[in-house]
């Protein structure tokens, strides 16, 4: 068989009964990389060296018997995670010099559990955007149509695992960055509950809404890699704490009797007629499995794009106070004085959607102006917040679709920033709230991908894994490859 | 800088000018216009935050609540990594940073 064909359990599955070996594997998406790199800009970075000594290194574990279901099985980063001594660019002139002096938490437990790095995957600069347009390395196409986004942030890692250059990928989420552009790709993304990951070695963007999480072809994959790569870490001080459950152990729970809340204010203007049919087909398809569809109003939800543009902007403003052109990352030429150093390496070292988000930040943080924009959207925040948590007294998930339309084409929203910023209108909810959320693919628009969300109570990846599951049981709409990449 | 009675909200260049200047970023004469309308049209779109009823609301910093930070004992738990992490500097000499000069 082609293992490109094949899921990352799958892979797991059969490097252990020795159908082919890790290094055969790996050999296998670096010449799929090669020969497609050029069409989807989806790596910034591949570490073919690294891949073949990770996949020697897992076939000799395999070999004494040890390792586990992950041994082996090819892996791409998004170049957002920091991993010793590569490239880790952040989609950034600022970082297109910077070699990370370490790795990552989440770097670090996936090569633990024996996965091999194939490279570090394109993204919007800092994580900042909805279509992957904003990167320093150039936009990346959609696999499903090339005149078309993969979505953003995480839009590299999506496109590669969509196009089968790599069996799975990691990704962060601060506002959709991974259920975006696992919807439209047509893939299953999991952003966890806030602190479920540890964001040690992760550049930040947002920090009390960024979250890392997996781009995976299946429920099943995304269940694995979140196995490996959870858990507390005392390097994060927002890590939570908790026993990481067996994720791929709750896979099998009956969807029967399960309380689904349908999000009323997902399903209004705005709302592609195909991409909501393509919803509500599937909500129908969990009703046949037995779940109870209940319908349930989030009256604040709407507010959730404005409250995030200034709660995100203005921890980002902090958060990139730290590129001075001092101590790593882009300097100017000849500086004539400090104050001079700084301007012109962050004008030069920034492109224009991180600047415009800094300055945005700086703006609302300003004396005089914190109380009305940020303590109010703070405030705000609380009501978001307050208006899941009585929908959680009601039912058990809540689900509606991850994004407004399918895939739209490449340079159709840069030159507005606000209609890109509302491509994120159902996924900000859960990160201001923290809440873990999952993308899977419900069907295809003209050719193109739709997503469905789910989104839980905090630490209830299981839930959402298990439903996601039922339906891929169900379903094949998680198979279907690209054309042109089958 | 501006009025918040309205809801149309507009940033002036030095406005915009005052903002790079305190975020540090050079922003060049082209870039300059396509701030001044950005920014306006972020600062309208956001200023439907003031419609909501917040009276009593406490503002929410963190989704977790009563996650406290943790504190752990004042001891060195690192190991001095100062060369490898000098390698990522744009200019340094005997184990410092150089940057221009502060003070004359």
Known sequence: MNPHHATAAELGRGLKSRQYSSVEVARWFLDRIHETHGALNAFVTVTAERALADARRADAMIARGEGGPLTGVPVAHKDIFCTDGILTSCGSRMLANFIAPYDATVVERLTAAGMVLLGKTNMDEFAMGSSNETSHYGPVRNPWDGSKVPGGSSGGSAAAVAARLAPVATGTDTGGSIRQPAALTGLTGLKPTYGRVSRYGMVAFASSLDQAGVLAQSAEDAALVLGAMAGFDPRDSTSVDAPVPDYAAALGRPVKGLRIGIIREFFGEGLDAGTGAAVHAALDGFRAMGAELVDVSLPNLPLSVPTYYVVAPAECSSNLSRYDGVRFGHRCRDPRDLMDLYRRTRGEGFGAEVKRRIMTGTYVLSAGYYDAYYLKAQKVRSLINDDFRRAFSQVDVLMGPTTPTPAFDLGAKTGDPITMYLNDIYTIGANLAGLPAISAPCGLVDGLPVGLQIIGPHFSEERLLGAAHAWQRDTDWHRRLPPLYA | ?104
């Open chain 2, 1 to 104: 800088m501006f009025s918040r009675t309205g809801a149309i909200v507009t940033l002036t260049r030095r406005d915009v000018e005052n903002i790079a200047h305190l975020a540090r970023l050079e922003i060049s004469e082209a870039e300059l216009p396509v701030y001044v309308q950005s920014l306006s049209a972020i600062l309208a779109f956001v200023e439907q935050l003031a419609a909501a009823p917040t009276e009593g609301i406490e503002p929410m910093a963190h989704p977790l609540e009563g996650q406290v930070q943790r504190l752990r004992e004042d001891q060195v738990t690192e190991s001095d990594h100062r060369d490898r992490y000098q390698a990522n500097a744009p200019a340094v000499e005997a184990g410092l940073y150089l940057v221009p000069r502060v003070i004359e």
